[in-house]
């Protein structure tokens, strides 16, 4: 398995531009989610779908930021417009929910933004 | 609120030495904890995971972790470090499996001199 596949690993944009990160789930994971790391603020879940659903987007700092899964292999986060403060690690994680409850969280290479 | 204590920002070990990393939790109940690490570069793997039974628990590349109720810590051990074992480590703890609203600690940096 590939595992979790994110694109780009590395972006560098202007204050003001549209920034979209994008995330291709582990095949089979009915679970995705995305998270920011930052030095101040540590590793932080921004949004998590269930079966293509966003369940939970109370981690999603301002309405700048939004996230979509049209279908069970393809995510986006999209920042619009992009601020310096946005720049971090941007993470997809995927996991497929098992009858016993123990599943795992698989992370990809991450995004790492930079904002100027 | 949930929340996850790592109180040691990094630490340095020799080669060949134990380690522990500390991790304190603050839950209303028993929740899930998880310990991941990250390689420079890299996302975050799990090294290992405990939701019931056994308090001490194994993972990969030679970790274990010890579940102390009495204490709220998960403290993560190996008997020998590694060079390569030189990253970061992550504890987290979540409401139920899956780690959904998995709150992460904010990371002990392993340094291993030879």
């Given at each position: 398995d590939a595992g979790v596949i994110q694109s780009p690993r590395h972006e560098v944009t202007e204050m003001g531009q549209e920034v979209t990160l994008r995330c291709k789930p582990i095949s089979g994971h009915d679970y995705l989610f995305w998270y920011r790391q930052t030095m101040m603020r540590g590793l932080e879940l921004l949004i998590y779908f269930n079966n293509n659903v966003p369940?939970?987007?109370?981690?999603?700092?301002?309405?700048r930021f939004s996230a979509k899964m049209p279908n069970a292999s393809f995510s986006t986060l999209k920042i619009q417009?992009?601020?310096?403060?946005?720049s971090a690690v941007y993470f997809c994680a995927s996991s497929s929910h098992s009858s016993g409850g123990e599943e795992t969280q698989y992370f990809g290479p991450g995004t790492r933004l930079l904002v100027l | 609120a949930q929340s996850v204590t790592q109180p040691d920002i990094h630490i340095t070990v020799s080669e060949g030495a134990s380690l522990e990393l500390r991790c304190n939790y603050s839950y209303g109940a028993t929740p899930y904890l998880f310990w991941y690490v990250q390689s420079p570069g890299q996302g975050l793997q799990l090294l290992l995971k405990y939701?019931?039974?056994?308090t001490l628990v194994q993972g990969i590349k030679g970790f274990e972790a010890e579940f102390k109720r009495s204490q709220s810590s998960f403290n993560l051990r190996k008997p020998s470090v590694h060079w390569s074992d030189a990253a970061e480590y992550f504890c987290a703890v979540a409401?139920?499996?899956?780690?959904?609203k998995t709150i992460f600690g904010a990371g002990t940096r392993l340094f291993v001199k030879a």
């Open positions: 369940i939970d987007d109370s981690g999603m700092p301002e309405d417009p992009s601020e310096p403060r946005d | 939701f019931s039974g056994d409401p139920w499996a899956g780690g959904f």
